[in-house]
């Protein structure tokens, strides 16, 4: 089956500009998660999702990083008037957990989006 | 708060010979534990976890990995390393102190240790 997916895998922004990045989860995956990997570190958690509601985004950096999952599948992180410190690889992962179990279902991962801000 | 801790930045081995890549880790709680591995330009493939029960863990490619909760230490091991088995690897945490609290459901990284198998 269709892992998770990331578009676009490259982007390429001027600082300033706003950008949008995808996450299709795998089907039926009811949590979803965010992180950002900086070039030579260890992937870092920003957000996270149970279905549509997000019940973390302790790790979201600032007020300019915005993430949504209103139907509960498909996820977009936003970055707003983009600095040249968001640029890393953003990666998408989900797993099956439901809220309330022992969650230990592995986390599967998308390829991620490398950001580059000018 | 959860932290993990990968001493190498680089592990050398000759092709044939045993690996370890080594984690150590720090929770509050029970800890939920990973490897994950990334090749170039993709995504992180999970390898095996430990979750209770057996310490030795066995996964994917052939890799295993033994949990000791006294050294609070996951290392990661191969009995024949593989040139294809040269790249990136990274150890990671998860505190299982509540179910219900959702903000631990993250996983807390390392910052990778780097395998090179030389043929």
């Known amino acids: 089956g269709a892992g998770v997916s990331q578009s676009p895998r490259y982007k390429v922004a001027k600082r300033g500009q706003d950008v949008a990045l995808r996450c299709d989860p795998i089907s039926g995956h009811v949590s979803l998660f965010w992180y950002q990997q900086a070039l030579g570190q260890g992937p870092e958690f920003l957000t996270y999702f149970q279905n549509e509601a997000q019940l973390d985004k302790s790790g979201l950096p600032s007020d300019r990083f915005f993430a949504e999952r209103p139907e509960g599948s498909v996820s977009t992180l936003k970055i707003q008037r983009t600095q040249q410190e968001d640029s890393a690889v953003y990666l998408c992962?989900?797993?099956?957990?439901?809220?309330?179990?022992?969650?230990?279902?592995?986390?599967?991962f998308g390829p991620g989006t490398r950001l580059t801000v000018l | 708060a959860q932290s993990v801790a990968q001493p190498e930045d680089q592990v050398n081995v000759a092709e044939g010979n045993p690996l370890t890549v080594k984690c150590t880790y720090s929770?509050?709680?029970?800890?939920?534990l990973f490897w994950y591995v990334q090749y170039p330009n993709r995504g992180l493939q999970f390898l095996l976890k430990?979750?209770?029960?057996?310490?030795l863990v066995k996964g994917s490619y052939g890799f295993e990995a033994e949990f000791n909760k006294s050294q609070t230490s996951f290392h990661l091991k191969k009995p024949s390393a593989l040139v294809s088995d040269s790249a990136l690897y990274f150890c990671?945490?998860?505190?299982?102190?509540?179910?219900?609290?959702?903000?631990?459901?993250?996983?807390?990284f390392g910052s990778g240790t780097r395998l090179q198998v030389q043929p």
């Open positions: 929770v509050s709680g029970n800890p939920y």
């Open positions: 992962a989900s797993s099956l957990a439901n809220l309330g179990t022992r969650d230990y279902n592995e986390q599967f």
């Open positions: 990671a945490v998860r505190d299982y102190s509540s179910p219900r609290d959702t903000g631990r459901r993250a996983l807390t």
């Open positions: 430990y979750i209770t029960g057996d310490n």
